[in-house]
């Protein structure tokens, strides 16, 4: 995710680039929807930069964001700018067969099909951990974890 958000980040300051290089060589500032475009642009590469701070990942943490009902797993996935998160999707850990971890993300298997995906903050390990401390061991005998 942090690879994924700092080549964002980057393509939205190339945009900005070119922003400024127009503004300074032509006279579309004048322009109210230039200045609108601006102001998108500002906005959206505030979110960019925000995504790449300590305090998104501090409020962004998984337990936040992949959660435990008494039959279920319950998700969260981040969307949008800035906080933004789209769910909950909700999966009865009798369903599941697999969950794989990733890097930054992990993917939900039921009858050996992906029905879930998602990218978030946090490591391979950690998301191995958490998702081995959420089920209990009667439930990991039926669920993979890899």
Known sequence: ???????????????????????????????????????????????????????????NTVDKLIQRDKTSLVCLSLSGFFNCTTGPYCFSIDSIDRIKCEQDGFSIYAAN?????????????????YFNSLLTSQEKLSVTID
């Open 113 to 129: 099909t992906c029905v879930y995906s998602t990218r978030l903050p946090g490591s391979k390990k950690l998301l191995r951990d």
């Open 1 to 59: 995710m942090q690879e994924v958000n700092k080549q964002l980040a980057m393509i939205v300051a190339c945009f900005g680039l070119v922003l400024l290089l127009l503004s300074l060589f032509t006279d579309l500032l004048a322009q109210p929807w230039f200045v609108f475009v601006v102001a998108l642009w500002i906005f959206v590469f505030s979110s960019c930069c925000y995504r790449l701070t300590a305090l998104f990942y501090a409020q």
